[in-house]
């Protein structure tokens, strides 16, 4: 990110003054630059080049621009450096001008749902230990720094928000909402080794990377306009494969319409194709939205009262944390199949990754205490009313917007410039783009980012061409180009 030294500046580095100038200000923000232009010729960029099928057809794809254009080398210190202190003068300059753009560029996050908003400074004296979690989170391993009795309390909570008795679960804090969604689905594989994998074609890419990390059957099933599962095609899905067991991936919140799939209809449709309970797994990917699901009226309650195997949630986004984490929950019962002992830990395997990180877990455990399930409720409520909000302002500029009733995440028109994504930091699919509306994510920005679109949007159709049609994206009721306005 920071991209004011080249590498080669660092390679004959002697002393501080030969690298910092007279008018160097280690404070300053440095401006990101935009990915070379992709071409088709085999030449510079090829290796950016993707294809993406949009409304409109084939859209090139450009990818982030290649670090090692601007990474930071790692360099031995002089001789001498103990005396000077040069280098750690250097470093100093370094994580200062860093910490500065990361300031400016949060002013300008929009299109990724990390809650932002967060105060973890009573936690700043616990970073001087290595605190590792490795192993199974209800059973001590002899590694003595670790933060289990935080951890467990954390799943407690958690376990009781999705109503699930404390000897009837078993679950860990994850390394990322990917980590929960590998887990859940090997779970569910261990389950039913021959079980086909059911999907909504908008799950998160970590779905698919499960089917092909497990060598599983996977079955993309349709979806909505909406963005949430079509039960039609995932019924005529589970008719063709009636022998073999249902492992099926349930949204709650897709990655980029935030479209919640009808847990309901889903288990409604699995019995009415014949699939006892024993012969299916449900994993619920929560990763935003499972936990504010529970806090919204009218939403469709994720429980482990009903037919469900395991739910999974992001702990850096909703929640807010400094590094990534989530929460994976199963019923015990589950993970026999998956664990084993292991007498170098004393301890149990039954996790993906082996150490795990001890402070994710005192983080989670601090802000659950702060804000407690009122805290989220209101926090929740505050997202809802702001994402209205902001698709209310999009459409009264005559933009298209969607907004899904049960979500924060608000669907528009892809701008057509690039720099203007990177700027807001938008995640786009092709012709569509979104903004998730997040605690930290305030009135005034939403307004300021409304202002700036409009502003380049006027320049960039002043040549009378036309913005796309987005009802093969959003429907006909969201769409206002101007075949439909």
């Known amino acids: 990110m920071v991209g004011a030294f080249e590498s080669d500046h660092f390679l004959g580095m002697t002393n501080l003054n030969d690298i910092l100038t007279d008018d160097f200000d280690p404070t300053a923000v440095v401006t990101e630059p935009l990915p070379s232009p992709v071409t088709t010729n085999g030449t510079e960029g090829e290796e950016n080049l993707k294809k993406t099928n949009g409304v409109g057809g084939d859209r090139e794809m450009v990818l982030g621009r290649n670090i090692h254009t601007t ?11 103990d005396f000077t202190g040069d280098k750690e003068a250097y470093m100093a300059s370094v994580l ?5 753009t990361l300031v400016e560029r949060t002013k300008y996050h929009l299109g990724y749902p990390y809650n932002l908003d967060f105060d973890y400074g009573a936690l700043g004296q616990l970073q001087h230990f290595s605190i590792n979690n490795l192993g199974d989170p209800f059973i001590e391993s002899n590694y003595g720094v670790h933060s289990r009795p935080f951890e467990v309390g954390v799943l407690d909570w ?22 929960g969604n590998l887990h859940g689905i090997l779970v569910g594989r261990e ?5 086909i994998l059911y999907a909504s074609r908008e799950s998160h890419y970590s779905v698919f990377k499960a089917a092909r990390m497990y060598r599983m059957e996977c079955e993309k099933v349709d979806t909505l306009i909406s ?3 079509d039960c039609d095609d995932f019924r005529k899905k589970l008719l063709a494969n009636k022998d073999k067991p249902a492992i099926l991936n349930v949204n709650i919140g897709t990655t980029v319409k935030g479209a919640v799939d009808d847990l309901d209809l889903v288990i409604k449709t699995l019995e009415e194709c014949g699939f006892s309970h024993d012969r299916f797994y449900i994993h619920c990917d929560g990763a935003l939205f499972g936990l504010m699901m529970p806090f919204v009226k009218r939403a469709p309650k994720v429980t482990f009262n009903k037919p469900i195997g395991s739910v999974s949630v992001s702990g850096h986004k909703f929640v807010g944390c400094p590094m990534p984490c989530g929460v994976q929950i199963t019923r015990m019962e589950h993970i026999k199949v998956l664990s084993s002992n292991v007498e170098y830990l004393a301890s149990r395997d039954a996790t993906i990754m082996g150490s795990r990180n001890g402070h994710a877990p005192l983080f989670l455990w601090y802000t659950l205490n702060r804000k407690g399930y009122k805290g989220f409720q209101k926090e929740v409520q505050k997202c809802l009313r702001n994402a209205h909000y902001l698709k209310d302002r999009l459409r009264e500029a005559g ?24 700027r807001w930091q938008l995640a786009c699919q092709g012709d569509i ?3 998730v509306v997040m605690p930290s994510v305030t009135i005034e920005k939403l307004d300021n980012f409304v202002k700036d679109l409009v502003k380049h949007r006027s320049v960039w159709y002043e040549d009378g061409t036309q913005p796309p049609c987005l009802v093969s994206e959003v429907g006909t009721n969201n ?4 075949a439909h306005k």
């Open 96 to 100: 200062a001008r860093y910490r500065k």
């Open 71 to 81: 990474s930071l080398a790692v360099t031995e210190p002089e001789v001498n450096d």
């Open 158 to 179: 958690f376990a009781r928000l999705w109503e699930i008795e404390r000897d009837d679960y078993w679950g860990y804090i994850t390394n990322c909402g990917t980590e």
């Open 191 to 195: 389950m039913f080794p021959d079980g």
């Open 399 to 422: 933009i298209s917007a969607m907004l899904n009733e049960l979500s924060s995440t608000v669907v528009f028109e892809r701008p057509k410039d690039e720099e203007f994504v990177r």
């Open 227 to 229: 963005g949430e599962i």
């Open 479 to 482: 769409c206002i180009c101007p």
């Open 433 to 435: 783009a979104h903004v």
